[in-house]
């Protein structure tokens, strides 16, 4: 990695990380797949200009679906990596 504008893609939007945001103070972006704890703690606190507290990585694995005819599987969504902060 030679930027930290690189570590952070994009913030992840949905209606669980809008309660990690409002009840929890969490915050959560899908970080590239190569990322560490440290350098989404050192990448997070450069461009938010905040202390972080704790950093959780999850690996969200693809969704996979079956073709019903055939019994092959599908790949409808590939995996990515979160961040919760």
Same mark, same amino acid.
């Given at each position: 990695? $030679?930027?930290?504008?690189?570590?952070?893609? /994009?913030?992840?939007?949905?209606? !669980? @990380?809008n309660?990690q945001? $409002?009840?929890?103070?969490?915050?959560?972006?899908?970080? *590239? /797949?190569?990322? $560490?704890?440290?350098?989404? !703690?050192?990448?997070?606190?450069?461009?938010?200009?905040?202390?972080?507290?704790?950093?959780?990585?999850?690996?969200?694995?693809?969704?996979? *679906?079956? /073709?019903?005819? @055939? =019994? /092959?599987?599908?790949? =409808?969504? *590939?995996?990515?990596? !979160?961040?919760?902060?």
């Open positions: 990695m $030679t930027n930290i504008y690189e570590v952070l893609r /994009r913030p992840l939007v949905t209606e !669980k @990380s309660y945001l $409002t009840d929890l103070h969490q915050y959560v972006f899908e970080v *590239s /797949r190569n990322a $560490t704890r440290t350098m989404v !703690k050192e990448a997070v606190e450069t461009i938010f200009d905040v202390t972080v507290v704790k950093v959780n990585i999850v690996n969200v694995p693809a969704k996979q *679906s079956r /073709r019903w005819k @055939s =019994r /092959r599987l599908l790949v =409808r969504r *590939s995996g990515y990596k !979160k961040a919760i902060i």
